[in-house]
């Protein structure tokens, strides 16, 4: 079992900055891959960015390439997303999941979910 919980949502500008973190509860998250996914209101979860265990591999979606950056501290037990550059339409809850499986932009990967955190972006 692992337990998630995102911090660094909030309130920002468009073409503001902000950055997420998810912390987690089990010592063993190095083995875990992890994915960022967002929910606007009345619109299906997407899937933002990704990192695998030892944060070799990163995948994005194609939306956010180039802005957004996924990273991790295995030491800290927290994987990180740097938002840059956002935009109005990017406001949603965003949510991180973490599978010791394989890593992808499939929510049903995932295993595991935090509660997610709120970003507004205000035009």
């Known amino acids: 079992q692992v337990q998630l919980v995102e911090s660094g949502g909030g309130l920002v500008q468009a073409g503001g900055s902000l950055r997420l973190s998810c912390a987690a509860s089990?010592?063993?998250?190095?083995?875990?891959?992890v994915g960022w996914f967002r929910q606007a209101p009345g619109k299906e979860r997407e899937f933002v960015a990704a990192?695998?265990?030892?944060?070799?591999?990163?995948y994005y979606a194609e939306s956010v390439k180039g802005r957004f950056t996924i990273s991790r501290d295995n030491a800290k037990n927290t994987v990180y997303l740097q938002m840059n550059s956002l935009k109005p339409e990017e406001t949603a809850v965003y949510y991180c999941?973490?599978?010791?499986?394989?890593?992808?932009?499939?929510?049903?990967?995932?295993?595991?979910w935090g509660q997610g955190t709120q970003v507004t972006v205000s035009s």
């Open positions: 089990r010592r063993s998250f190095s083995n875990y891959a």
């Open positions: 990192i695998d265990w030892n944060g070799m591999r990163t």
């Open positions: 999941a973490a599978d010791p499986g394989r890593v992808g932009p499939r929510p049903n990967l995932y295993a595991y």
